[in-house]
Structure formats: structure tokens, C-alpha cells
């Protein structure tokens, strides 16, 4: 890692790691010890500092609050057998994280103090990365709006802070999903394609009717006829029809995802036919009734490969292959979990080594 940027760090004077029950870890709930903090003043980034992980202080009247000037991004650090440490594709995060801020009317953040915030607040806390299989270090950084202001125009000010803490596997089962032909997550002209807060507000709704008639998951499918797949939840979604991968092409209506583009480069130098399309509903539904569709599944960086069981449509629930028999997407994770955990050579050069 190279150090450039000039940070503050104040410790924690009581680290929570040893007081931290890592054999029941739930996403999202335990922070490591330390966040990194920056301001945006005066058209440029300062104060960048690692503090103790805490409460912060701010305006009621913030626009982030009122309006939404907000969004995140999420990436995961891996601890190696040998002690290593790798962050997965944080170039690719950097750029994304940039793209939600120009629609936003945001700052952009350098790619440089996008990597070395992350980089060093996990170099700080590596203890806290778990070593067992299938958990790593969940990294969320996340820029809002500060001024305190209740005009609706774009913030003069902003904070950026990244919050760093263990997870395991985010989907403990196979999921039962619902295809969505009534909410709709982005329309064309909307924000889809970046990872603003409102989207995630807005999906709650959506998700705890879904959750409430039984169901683990929604695809979501687009907003002017219902009948064209868009992402599944807060992942990407594809398909084996017939022998080819399958996936909806990137649009302003689906977040452009980082395991989305590992998997469909895999697929590709493993000689597989991949299609980035239009996707509709029918052939999906009608390749589950037919035995031609062999694997579906979510693919996101806290989802990281989450087989699909069942496919609900119109009421008509349609039950897919065991996910253990399922070649493709069994073959994916594996090489997946490979390369992040360093157990193979990373020939692609994803691996960022704190
Ligand atoms: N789509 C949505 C809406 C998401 O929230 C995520 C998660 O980040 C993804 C797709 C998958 O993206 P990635 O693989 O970059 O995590
Ligand atoms: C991620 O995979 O990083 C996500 O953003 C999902 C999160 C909303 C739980």
C-alpha cells in the first residue's frame, strides 16, 4: 500500500475486538474499531482522518436528511491462509462511487483517496477480518450531504466516511423468489444505476410484502411493462438457459456490478456463451417449466452468489434444480472464493494487497 494521503489518526484507547462474539456475526451490525472520516469544504477534500468507530454530530436541518443526497458503496477485504490481506476490485468501486455522485450533484472523490481511506482503516483493524471461509471484512463508504440548509439544491458540503466490520454469509438459504410486476425499484431518466440511499428506501416496501406472503427475494422487472428482468433485491441476477449465461445488460436502471462483471469475465474465458440482453420474464419462467433453464442466481458483492429455488410469477410458484447440482453457478463461487482468499494466483491482477 502506498501512503499518500496525509490522515490523523486517533486510536481507540478500548478496542471491542476480544468482547466481539465473531461465531454469530449479523450483517451490517458490528463496526471494527476505527472509521475513516473526511470533509468536503470549499470545493476540496480535507480532514482526513481514522477515528474510534462512534456516533458524529451534524445539523438536523442536513440536506442528506430532507432530500437524499446520499449514496454508498460495498466492498469486502479477505484475510489470506498466509496472513494476507486483499481488498476485491476497489478500482471498480472508485469508479462507481463517482458515477453516483455526479447524479447526485456530488463531489467526486479521487480514485487515490477512495482506495487509501479503505485501504488504511483496514490495515488499522486487520485483526478484526474473520479467517473463516465464506466471512471477510465488509467495507461501506459513504458520502452525505451536510449542509444545513433546507433549500432543495445541491449541498455546498459533504462528509465521506467509511465503516469497516466482519461479515458472514449475508443469505443463509436457498431463496424462494418473487417475480415483482407491481413495485417498480428505477425507471428510465431515474437513478438505478447508482447506489443512492432513496433506492434502498424504496425497495423496503416492496421487499416486506414480498417477505410477508412467504418470500426470501424480489426480481425486479421494469418499470414501463413489468415484463422484462432487472435485478434481483440488492444484486444482480443471472441465468444458465439453455448453456448461456445469461444477464440484463447494464442500462440506467440496473447498478453496473462488480461480481456481475467478475462472473460474466469467467464465464468467458471459460469459453461459455454469454448473452447481455434484454431478458424477458416469459423465457425465464418458461425455461424453469421446460428443465432448460439449469442456474439462476443473485451475484453481489454482500450476496456474493445466491442460488435462486424457486421463481414466483403471477402466483405460480416454479421450482428450480438443487443449487448443489448446479454446475455453473457452484463452479463460479468456488473460483470466486479462490481468488479473493488468495488460495489461487490472481492472474487478473483484483486482488488489491493492503
Ligand atoms: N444491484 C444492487 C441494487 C445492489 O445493491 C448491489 C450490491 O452492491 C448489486 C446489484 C451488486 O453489485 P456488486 O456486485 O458491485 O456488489
Ligand atoms: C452490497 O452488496 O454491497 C450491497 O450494497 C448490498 C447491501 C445493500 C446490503
Same mark, same amino acid.
Given at each position: 500500500m502506498?501512503?499518500?494521503?496525509?490522515?490523523?489518526?486517533?486510536?481507540?484507547?478500548?478496542?471491542?475486538l476480544?468482547?466481539t462474539?465473531f461465531?454469530?456475526l449479523?450483517f451490517g451490525?458490528t463496526f471494527s474499531d476505527h472509521m475513516f472520516?473526511?470533509?468536503?469544504?470549499?470545493? @476540496?477534500?480535507?480532514?482526513?482522518?481514522i477515528?474510534?468507530y462512534?456516533?458524529? *454530530?451534524?445539523?438536523?436541518?442536513?440536506?442528506?436528511?430532507?432530500?437524499?443526497?446520499?449514496?454508498f458503496e460495498g466492498l469486502k477485504a479477505y484475510k489470506h491462509a498466509d496472513g494476507q490481506v486483499s481488498i476485491f476490485r476497489p478500482d471498480k468501486n472508485a469508479?462507481?462511487?463517482?458515477?453516483?455522485?455526479?447524479?447526485?450533484?456530488?463531489?467526486?472523490?479521487?480514485?487515490?483517496?477512495f482506495i487509501q481511506s479503505i485501504a488504511s482503516v483496514v490495515d488499522m483493524d486487520r485483526d478484526w477480518i474473520p479467517s473463516k471461509p465464506h466471512h471477510s471484512m465488509y467495507i461501506r463508504p459513504?458520502?452525505?450531504?451536510?449542509?444545513?440548509?433546507? $433549500?432543495?439544491?445541491?449541498? #455546498?458540503?459533504?462528509?465521506?466516511?467509511v465503516l469497516i466490520g466482519p461479515v458472514g454469509p449475508y443469505?443463509?438459504?436457498?431463496?424462494?423468489?418473487?417475480?415483482?410486476?407491481?413495485?417498480?425499484?428505477?425507471?428510465? +431518466?431515474?437513478? +438505478?444505476?447508482? #447506489?443512492?440511499?432513496?433506492?434502498? $428506501?424504496?425497495?423496503?416496501?416492496?421487499?416486506?410484502?414480498?417477505?410477508?406472503?412467504?418470500?426470501?427475494?424480489?426480481?425486479?422487472?421494469?418499470?414501463?411493462?413489468?415484463?422484462?428482468?432487472? @435485478?434481483?433485491?440488492?444484486?444482480?441476477?443471472?441465468?444458465?438457459?439453455? +448453456?448461456?449465461?445469461?444477464?440484463?445488460?447494464?442500462?440506467?436502471?440496473?447498478?453496473? *456490478?462488480v461480481t456481475?462483471?467478475t462472473?460474466?469475465?469467467?464465464?468467458?474465458?471459460?469459453?461459455?456463451?454469454?448473452?447481455?440482453?434484454?431478458?424477458?420474464?416469459?423465457?425465464?419462467?418458461?425455461?424453469? #417449466?421446460?428443465? #432448460?433453464?439449469?442456474?439462476?442466481? +443473485?451475484?453481489g458483492t454482500a450476496?456474493t452468489?445466491?442460488?435462486?429455488?424457486?421463481?414466483?410469477?403471477?402466483? @405460480?410458484?416454479?421450482?428450480?434444480?438443487?443449487?448443489?447440482?448446479?454446475?455453473?453457478?457452484?463452479?463460479?463461487?468456488?473460483?470466486l472464493d479462490s481468488i479473493r482468499y488468495g488460495a489461487?494466483?490472481d492472474?487478473?491482477g483484483w486482488n488489491y494487497i493492503v
Open positions: 502506498t501512503e499518500t494521503l496525509d490522515i490523523k489518526i486517533t486510536k481507540t484507547n478500548h478496542s471491542r476480544h468482547e462474539d461465531s454469530n449479523q451490525r472520516v473526511a470533509d468536503y469544504e470549499d470545493g @476540496e477534500w480535507k480532514n482526513f482522518q477515528v474510534p462512534g456516533e458524529i *454530530g451534524f445539523s438536523p436541518a442536513i440536506s442528506a436528511l430532507h432530500y437524499g443526497q446520499a449514496f469508479a462507481r462511487f463517482n458515477k453516483s455522485a455526479a447524479r447526485l450533484c456530488m463531489p467526486q472523490l479521487p480514485e487515490e483517496i459513504f458520502m452525505f450531504a451536510t449542509d444545513p440548509y433546507l $433549500g432543495v439544491h445541491a449541498s #455546498k458540503t459533504y462528509k465521506y466516511i443469505f443463509a438459504k436457498v431463496l424462494r423468489v418473487k417475480v415483482e410486476t407491481h413495485f417498480t425499484r428505477a425507471a428510465e +431518466g431515474g437513478m +438505478g444505476y447508482a #447506489k443512492s440511499a432513496g433506492n434502498y $428506501g424504496g425497495a423496503m416496501l416492496p421487499a416486506l410484502k414480498a417477505t410477508e406472503e412467504g418470500f426470501d427475494q424480489l426480481i425486479w422487472t421494469d418499470a414501463k411493462d413489468h415484463k422484462y428482468v432487472e @435485478e434481483m433485491g440488492a444484486a444482480n441476477v443471472m441465468f444458465v438457459l439453455d +448453456g448461456t449465461l445469461i444477464t440484463p445488460s447494464t442500462r440506467d436502471t440496473i447498478l453496473d *456490478g456481475r462483471d462472473v460474466l469475465t469467467l464465464a468467458r474465458e471459460w469459453g461459455m456463451p454469454v448473452e447481455e440482453r434484454r431478458v424477458s420474464i416469459a423465457e425465464i419462467i418458461d425455461g424453469a #417449466k421446460t428443465g #432448460k433453464l439449469t442456474d439462476a442466481f +443473485g451475484a450476496a452468489i445466491a442460488p435462486v429455488g424457486s421463481l414466483s410469477y403471477n402466483g @405460480e410458484e416454479c421450482f428450480l434444480t438443487d443449487p448443489k447440482e448446479r454446475e455453473f453457478s457452484q463452479k463460479v463461487l468456488k473460483t489461487v494466483a492472474t487478473h
